[in-house]
């Protein structure tokens, strides 16, 4: 079972940039759509950025298109999340997760991996 692990996260001012990875171990990430979710005190997990298996398709949140940008590197065993113009209602811990198949979805639900998560607080 694939085991993965975020990082990068902190506490940023508004409008700064943090980059976020997640390292995959015990596994591979080569094959299949990987994701980035959010979940504030109090809220649901949401969908933030997905990518599918070869990183030819990418897709977003509404609220962090423009804003943010995912990527992979196979042959690192790596996903990255790069978060620039930071607002308040960003702040959340954020996921990274794998998907047992090679296209994206939004929902958690068909994620079967997930990392346990990196704290990202933007202070107004």
């Known amino acids: 079972q694939v085991q993965l692990v975020e990082s990068g996260g902190g506490l940023v001012q508004a409008g700064d940039s943090l980059r976020l990875s997640c390292a995959a171990s015990g596994g591979t990430l080569s094959g299949w759509a990987l994701g980035w979710f959010r979940q504030a005190p109090g809220k649901e997990r949401q969908f933030v950025a997905a990518?599918?298996?070869?990183?030819?398709?990418?897709y977003y949140a509404d609220s962090v298109k423009d804003r943010f940008a995912i990527s992979r590197n196979s042959a690192n065993n790596m996903l990255s999340l790069q978060m620039n113009s930071l607002k308040p209602e960003d702040t959340a811990v954020y996921y990274c997760?794998?998907?047992?198949?090679?296209?994206?979805?939004?929902?958690?639900?068909?994620?079967?991996?997930w990392g346990p998560g990196t704290q990202v607080t933007v202070s107004s």
């Open positions: 990518i599918n298996w070869s990183g030819s398709s990418k």
């Open positions: 997760a794998r998907r047992y198949q090679g296209t994206h979805s939004t929902s958690p639900l068909q994620y079967d991996s």
